[in-house]
Nanobody, 127 residues
Framework: VQLQASGGGLVQAGDSLRLSCAAS??????????VGWFRQAPGKEYEFVGV???????AYADSVKGRFTISRDNAKNTVYLQMNSLKPEDTAIYYC????????????????????WGRGTQVTVSS
């Protein structure tokens, strides 16, 4: 499965934006994938944003909890990242990444846990 993030853009602080992560390739297995979102701001390390498990349970970084929501539509082979109340510090390139999982998979926040990475999408939040 290959993943590709899209939907980034330039917004103002307080605005909302929805990113999409579309799967292609062997999408018959997509429903088994956990899909994580990461971001990288200029000059900084990759940061875990959140993840949605195969059972649609989610987990988020403290920095985005309550503002960001991840959802999935397996029929469309797509995962979404809804970002509300955006702040300038949310400015970064956003990436989605996936890994096939078993039912007992526990949340991983490290990049190395995810196998399928797509090109990122730029999100810029102006103050």
């Amino acid at each position: 499965v290959q993943l590709q993030a899209s939907g980034g853009g330039l917004v103002q602080a307080g605005d909302s934006l929805r990113l999409s992560c579309a799967a292609s390739g062997r999408t018959g297995t997509f429903a088994r994938y956990a899909v994580g979102w990461f971001r990288q701001a200029p000059g900084k390390e990759y940061e875990f944003v959140g993840v949605i498990k195969r059972n649609s349970n989610t987990a988020y970084a403290d920095s985005v909890k309550g503002r960001f929501t991840i959802s999935r539509d397996n029929a469309k082979n797509t995962v979404y990242l809804q970002m509300n109340s955006l702040k300038p510090e949310d400015t970064a390139i956003y990436y989605c990444a996936g890994v096939p999982t078993i039912l007992t998979w526990t949340v991983r926040t490290d990049r190395e846990a995810y196998e399928s990475w797509g090109r990122g999408t730029q999100v810029t939040v102006s103050s």
